[in-house]
């Protein structure tokens, strides 16, 4: 048996492209005792990744050159020489992009499919829903008639946000970049309000509109313009969770803005940026409460699934080209 893999090539500057990824082959090794030898049913594609490209200090250690993207994944045992785990149990963990994983017992935990599909543990269940959790209730503190904003409504972060939102009773307005994605966030997640940054001519304007007493929360998933129009639109003590920035990820240049200073100051705001990694002793926690809102059919979801080992690349890109609602994943074992 042979294990195909996706390195990294080389580090892109700008769009990654054909360049930045190589497919490879190698041999998969005999187990150990207390190992698992893992079949990837699915992998997980998410902006941060690209700034694992990069190699600058962050809140995570960069990709290595000729080494297999990381990242999370889902798999099936298919061989074990471990008392944890048996053939047929379903994984989860950071194997990334490749079709087998040779894992040791505390690389990987046990999901259950029967409680939920398994692409969710990824997605809803998973980091981008814990991300959307601890986000907006820890940092954005939403209460019930405040106006929140989102921008990235659409994605897989996003899309939990404004429900979130929902539930402690606020007002929530959706920035998304598609028609398709409008209809979505109005029609199936119920947001108040929704903006098209892509057809409006004035952003300022519209969010005036959908917004006549302000901004109390914005959680901002995007950066760049559409952010430097909300941050002016803020209410005193309004607060700011800064989730992401891909807006600028693939940017060649410095990104100059607005400086956000004064807006904060003049509206006694907070605006703190996060990563899910900070509340990492509390994912039981978030991960129950977003399961129970789910079975009691407070929270939806939508993924994106494309469809072959190869896709992969391809998958992470359109990440930068908006062509994804809620959560993308690529299902490898067909």
């Known amino acids: 048996m042979k294990n195909k893999q996706i390195i990294l090539a080389e580090r892109p500057t700008g769009m990654p492209d054909e360049h930045t990824f190589k497919f490879v082959e190698e041999d998969i090794l005999s187990l150990t005792d207390g190992q698992v030898?893992?079949?990837?049913?699915?992998?997980?594609?998410?902006?941060?990744?690209?700034?694992?490209?990069?190699?600058?200090?962050?809140?995570?250690?960069?990709?290595?050159?000729?080494?297999?993207?990381?990242?999370?994944?889902?798999?099936?045992?298919?061989?074990?020489?471990?008392?944890?785990?048996?053939?047929?149990?379903?994984?989860i963990g950071g194997f990334g992009w490749q079709q087998y994983y040779v894992a040791g017992e505390k690389e990987v935990r046990k999901i259950d499919p029967k409680l939920a599909p398994a692409s969710t543990y990824l997605g809803i269940l998973g980091m981008t829903g814990l991300t959307a959790y601890f986000g907006l209730l820890e940092i954005g503190k939403p209460k019930a008639g405040e106006t929140i904003v989102v921008s990235g409504a659409a994605g897989a972060v996003g899309s939990v946000v404004g429900q979130i939102a929902k539930i402690q009773g606020a007002r929530v307005v959706g920035i998304a970049g598609s028609e398709e994605k409008i209809?979505?966030?109005?029609?199936?997640?119920?947001?108040?309000?929704?903006?098209?940054?892509?057809?409006?001519d004035d952003i300022s304007a519209e969010l005036r509109k959908t917004c006549p007493d302000g901004v109390d929360v914005y959680f901002d998933n995007v950066g760049g313009a559409i952010s430097d129009a909300v941050l002016n639109q803020l209410n005193r003590l309004a607060r700011v969770p800064v989730c992401g920035a891909i807006s600028?990820?693939?940017?060649?240049?410095?990104?100059?803005?607005?400086?956000?200073?004064?807006?904060?100051?003049?509206?006694?705001?907070?605006?703190?940026?996060?990563?899910?990694?900070?509340?990492?002793?509390?994912?039981?926690?978030?991960?129950?409460?977003?399961?129970?809102?789910?079975?009691?059919?407070?929270?939806?979801?939508?993924?994106?699934?494309?469809?072959?080992?190869?896709?992969?690349?391809?998958?992470?890109?359109?990440?930068?080209r908006g062509n994804n609602i809620g959560k993308l994943l690529v299902k490898v074992n067909q």
């Open 183 to 200: 209809k979505f966030l109005k029609e199936e997640l119920d947001f108040d309000e929704v903006i098209n940054y892509k057809t409006t």
């Open 37 to 91: 030898l893992i079949q990837t049913h699915y992998v997980s594609v998410d902006p941060y990744m690209r700034g694992r490209m990069i190699d600058a200090e962050s809140y995570v250690e960069p990709f290595k050159v000729g080494e297999v993207i990381e990242g999370g994944s889902i798999g099936e045992v298919i061989e074990s020489k471990s008392s944890v785990f048996e053939k047929g149990d379903m994984v």
């Open 248 to 320: 600028s990820y693939n940017l060649t240049e410095i990104d100059y803005g607005p400086r956000v200073q004064s807006i904060l100051i003049k509206k006694s705001a907070l605006m703190q940026g996060f990563t899910v990694g900070n509340y990492a002793n509390r994912f039981q926690e978030g991960a129950s409460q977003l399961g129970q809102w789910l079975q009691e059919g407070k929270l939806t979801y939508q993924e994106t699934i494309k469809t072959g080992f190869d896709t992969i690349p391809e998958a992470f890109l359109d990440l930068f």
